[in-house]
């Protein structure tokens, strides 16, 4: 059975399970069409979907999401500066401030997000080389210098999975 949202986007829909306290919920996430800005909501039961909400945060791309030390984070591509911004809650209602990257971690691609080994990853395509670049968190809120820059280019998003206990990345 297909549910209808009522808002149009123009990149792909992010979904997560994440239990913030009141049980297990669906979270949708997406860039709204018309003005770009950054939409989320949530399902209860099998059937009733809270309404969507925006804090009018602007992005260029789509939405990532990902359940990290029991807290749901969210990260895009900044709208007008490329950068990386992330953000958290708890609870799935209180939502963290956007926190920024330095400049380096300029992008012209997705966010992707993935957790190993009680640490959060973020990758994405560099802005003025599309060099990968990698970087990563113990708590969420301190992000390592630029993580990793790899010598290696690509023309894509950056995509990561865990399977085996390695962290995988994949490219085009």
């Known amino acids: 059975t297909w549910m209808s949202g009522g808002i149009k986007t123009s990149s792909p829909v992010s979904m997560t399970v994440f239990d913030g306290g009141s049980g297990d919920r669906l979270y949708q996430a997406m860039r709204g069409y018309s003005n770009n800005q950054v939409w989320t909501r949530a399902l209860t039961d099998a059937y009733n979907w809270q309404p969507w909400t925006s804090n009018l945060k602007k ?88 993580g990793g820059e790899s010598t290696t280019k690509t023309a894509s998003n950056v995509t990561m999975t865990v399977f085996g206990n390695r962290l995988y990345q994949a490219i085009r």
């Open 59 to 146: 992005t260029t791309s789509a939405v990532t999401m990902q359940v990290f030390n029991n807290r749901l984070y969210q990260a895009i591509r900044g709208y007008g500066d490329n950068l990386i911004w992330t953000r958290s809650t708890p609870d799935g209602q209180a939502w963290t401030e956007w926190g920024g990257a330095d400049s380096a971690m300029k992008t012209i691609s997705n966010v992707t997000m993935q957790v190993f080994n009680n640490t959060l990853y973020q990758a994405v395509r560099q802005y003025s080389t599309n060099y990968i670049l990698t970087r990563s968190s113990t708590d969420g809120v301190t992000w390592n210098a630029r």
